[in-house]
């Protein structure tokens, strides 16, 4: 990757449809390190995963619902960022990740306390999905939200068990070999970092077919 001057040039590099992560600097990050740790989800820590519509701007399931915001305020404070990008997405495809999560936010899409006891049920060795209130776990919005678009994805794991730090690690290595790349990366102290092109430059395209028409459509 390549280093960029300023978070704009970072914020430019980003597009529509990319899928990022965070690994957050609080207790919620480090109960999540934990687990982590004990289900052997691989060396890298996420604590939280959104879905990107139109940079800066997010979908994200956060708090207590499922919500638009931008992902400026999750980069700085230690806070470390990866973005993830299908090189190949389709108008089509990007049209059906917004309108999933748009509809989920216009229905009220809430977050899943669920999730978090489906965690916690999982640490002890209960699989089986315990919780059916209707939330959304951050992770199983971003995973559904792949699934709706039919792109290359997790196939072992049902959306609400996918954490962060297992999104993320699988994004790294069989996502990889799939064909998913590591757009942009902030490094938590103040490094932002996006795909090099094979001429030396920083890499802010994707599919020729998306590009600012995406951005209208996503807007």
């Given at each position: 990757m390549i280093k960029v001057a300023s978070i704009n040039e970072f914020v430019d590099g980003i597009k529509p449809g990319d899928i990022g992560?965070?690994?957050a600097n609080n207790f919620f990050a480090t109960l999540q390190n934990w687990y982590r740790k004990k289900e052997k989800e691989g060396p890298l820590q996420a604590s939280h995963g959104f879905f990107v519509p139109n940079p800066p701007a997010i979908t994200e399931a956060d708090g207590l619902f499922v919500s638009h915001a931008t992902f400026l305020k999750d980069i700085g404070d230690k806070t470390k960022a990866w973005f993830f990008r299908w090189p190949m997405l389709t108008l089509d495809q990007l049209d059906d990740m917004v309108d999933y999560t748009d509809g989920m936010v216009d229905a009220g899409g809430h977050y899943s306390v669920g999730g978090i006891c489906q965690f916690g049920l999982q640490f002890f060795g209960v699989r089986k999905?315990?919780?059916?209130?209707?939330?959304?776990?951050?992770?199983?919005?971003?995973s559904l939200t792949i699934l709706k678009a039919k792109l290359p994805y997790i196939t072992d794991t049902a959306p609400y068990a996918i954490t962060p730090s297992h999104q993320l690690n699988?994004?790294?290595?069989?996502?990889?070999a799939l064909g998913w790349v590591l757009a942009g990366h902030y490094d938590g102290a103040g490094g932002y970092f996006l795909q090099e092109e094979?001429?030396?430059?920083?890499?802010?395209?994707?599919?020729p077919d998306i590009g600012d028409a995406g951005l209208a459509k996503a807007a």
């Open positions: 992560l965070i690994c999905k315990v919780s059916n209130e209707g939330g959304v776990f951050c992770t199983e919005l971003t699988w994004f790294m290595t069989a996502g990889a094979p001429n030396g430059k920083p890499n802010t395209s994707t599919n």
